[in-house]
Each structure stands twice: as C-alpha cells, then as structure tokens.
C-alpha cells in the first residue's frame, strides 16, 4: 500500500515554516483508506495571526494535489469562515502574551461535494503522492509590517481533534505600492 505523505506550503511562496515532527510521524501512516474515510463536515482549518492583521476568508483556501496511476488530480477547496476569536498567545515562558485572532474555518457547501468526488477519485486510482496547502489571505495589516507569523492547525475528524501543521511560521510580506496624493 503506498504511503501519502503531506506536504504543507504556506501562501504559495518560500518561507521558513515549522512543521512538527509529531505532524510528520501522524502523516506518514496516513493512506488512500484513510483519506477516503473522512468526512468533509468535519473537516476543519485554524489560521492564527497577530492582532492588527486580518484574514480575508472568502479568498482563503485550501488544495489537494494527488499524483496516482489515474494521472495528476488537483483540487482547490474554498474555506468559509465558522468563528473568530481574539485570543492570548504566549511568546515564551518569560514573556507576556500577545494578542491574536484565531479564525475558523470549514470547507464550502460546494467544496465538500468536490471533496467527495476526490473520494471516488482516490477510490479507483492507486495514490503514490498527496500534498494538502493552506492557503491564508489577508484582508489587512499593519501599515509598518514587513511579515507576519502564521500558524495554521487542521482537524480531519472531530474525534482526533486539531493537530499543528505549521507553528508560527514566518512569512515575508510584499511591500505594498501606496499612491502619492498631489
């Protein structure tokens, strides 16, 4: 039986992100049979940010690229947003927590039915190679930022709850053009 492994990339550029071991040990014995077995309502996303940045959620995402003896099969699945709390975040053991906000998020009602036909896909193909992105937007930020630290945690099925795919990850940002006013 092959093996899926799962391959985290944080907006579609190259950044310093930190995948836990435990992330990787859990998603090394995760297979086609596994896959097969969730259930899109319960599929879940949490997308941490510092306070002052927010999240664009409807253009947020979330792909599924397979490689099986079907051929390639990608899939871009849209997230809608459940919850958003400002939470506390603590920086260390010295330090004072920082303010973030924590963002809930679950697959769209058309997005579950492309999950469920990904399904069938990986029930009649034999997958060598998955690799699940989050893909966080944001809506906005603090005019002085330069990056911002993202964490992003996913839960495939109520019963396992939440599990770290990427902690604190830090993500340059593009500088943004402003318009001079004459």
Known sequence: MNRLFLLILILAISSCSSVPL???ARMSTFDAQDFAALNPDELRVKVFLPAGFRLNTGASW???DMISSSGQHQTV???R????????????LFSEPDQATSYLLRLSPSSRAKFNELQLFVNKATVDDMSIRVVPKLASRPESATSVT?????Q???SQGFFTLVDSAQIALPEVRR????
């Open 22 to 24: 435990s992330t990787m």
């Open 62 to 64: 979330m792909g599924i």
């Open 77 to 79: 699945f849209e997230l």
């Open 81 to 92: 947003e459940d919850s958003v709390q400002s939470i506390k975040v603590s920086k260390g």
């Open 150 to 154: 993202v964490s992003i945690e996913l």
């Open 156 to 158: 495939l099925s109520k």
């Open 179 to 182: 318009s001079e006013e004459s």
